[in-house]
């Protein structure tokens, strides 16, 4: 089972402090909208989102379908096929897919340390 791309969400309270923090640290901006309070940040294979506004933890995140440079992937586990996966194996999920639909969506659940964890598929 393919996970896609890994990167850690921050919840971000100043995005524009976090933002030129992270510079320093030698991270680059390879998207998002800063005034929507968004921003994806990269240095090497490792990515950082920035939400400023948008979440109340860190989230752990997934993309089913896209490799580390955001480009499609020929071949991918889709996330609803991710989510039988891990229904099957007991795991609780916070947010689930629907089961029916195809292309973009996504999943939510937490580790047993209270984690999130999400697969955001955007294809």
């Known amino acids: 089972m393919d996970l896609g791309a890994f990167s850690v969400s921050l919840a971000v309270k100043d995005i524009a402090a976090s ?12 998207g998002g909208e800063q005034s929507q309070g968004w921003l994806i940040l990269k240095n090497g294979d490792t990515i950082i989102g920035l939400f400023q506004g948008m979440f109340e933890k860190n989230i752990l995140t997934f993309n089913p ?4 440079n955001a480009q499609n992937l020929a071949e991918f586990t889709d996330v609803r096929d991710i989510q039988k996966h891990l229904l099957a194996q007991g795991v609780t999920l916070i ?11 996504h999943i939510i659940l937490q580790d047993p340390d209270g984690n999130q964890i999400m697969f955001d598929q955007h294809r």
């Open 19 to 30: 933002k030129a923090f992270y510079e320093k640290l030698g991270f680059t901006t390879m």
């Open 65 to 68: 379908g896209w490799d580390q």
């Open 95 to 105: 947010k689930t897919a629907d089961e029916s639909s195809s292309g973009p969506e």
